[in-house]
């Protein structure tokens, strides 16, 4: 491999920047030259590349988002597009790429390997969806941004006898909701793994209340089967309004910004330099991951039939020791 690729793909998460750092260090200190490609497959298609030195990514180790920004890219969905884009890529010399991102961005590159393109994948993603990964660069970092805003409404919960309704991001994965609750205490999780029926559910928040349960945090993830918003309008209807009644804080884009952890810096820093090896001895569609404290290379395709669950019992867990 004399000449490879680093790009971020689909939504940012805290992390990336430490990868592409160490995706840029460690390929040049292995004698390769490194572009890096702007806006995901979007700026591959367009050749939208700069040839990436060490000082380009000096200082980032810290910063939330992507210096290379990032796409989610319709035009890369053609098949058209995509062989003629790889037919320039390897006429320009590239010998294989680093794809930054989720589920999306994996079956993007398992279309570049199938023409003929060798790839390694880095799991970022604040979502934790990704199989072959116990955790994916910027989840740890998304944690404990929920965790800091909901100990802060948590202030004015114990304050006023009012429920909070407190929605998270996470997609289709609970694992957000679910461990930012074991973490905070929270009264009640909801999550799309375990479907949810919202008048037996708004019943126990009902009945806590008159029994003068003076807090309860309700997180919701925000693919579960009954929304943050309907459980907070249902409530309304049956608690009286006395402090306020039932409030809603959808927590929104502040978990995927800020300066990535001291767990995600490291993650990043070790997938980016396995990814580069990866390349580099022959894995040429694979997935880096953190199973245990190894971090290993599962082929994308295996990695992919790996759905994550969330642990037996976890949620039971959080319920128990939150009463
Ligand atoms: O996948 C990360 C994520 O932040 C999800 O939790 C959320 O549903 C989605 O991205 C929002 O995506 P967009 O950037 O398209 O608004």
New binding site residues.
Partial sequence: MNRIGVLTSG?DSPGMNACIRSVVRHGMARGMEVIGYRRGYEGLIDNDGIRMTSRSVSGIMQTGGTILQTA?SKRFLDPDVRAEMVQRLKADGLDGLVVVG?NGSFRGAVELVALGMPVAGVPA???NDIGGTDMAVGVDTCLNTIISAVDKIKDTAGSLPRPFIIEV???KSGYLALLAGLACGAEMVVIPEEPVELQALGKIIVDAYHRGKSMFICLVS?GATVTAREITDYLKLHIPPEGGGPRLSILGYIQ?GGSPSAFDRILATRMGVAAVNALADGQHSHMVGLNGNRITATPFLEAAAMTPTIEPGLSEMAVTLSQ
Wanted: net charge positive; proline share 0%.
């Fill in positions: 939504g989610r989720g993603s604040i979502d991001m996470g997609r925000e995927r």
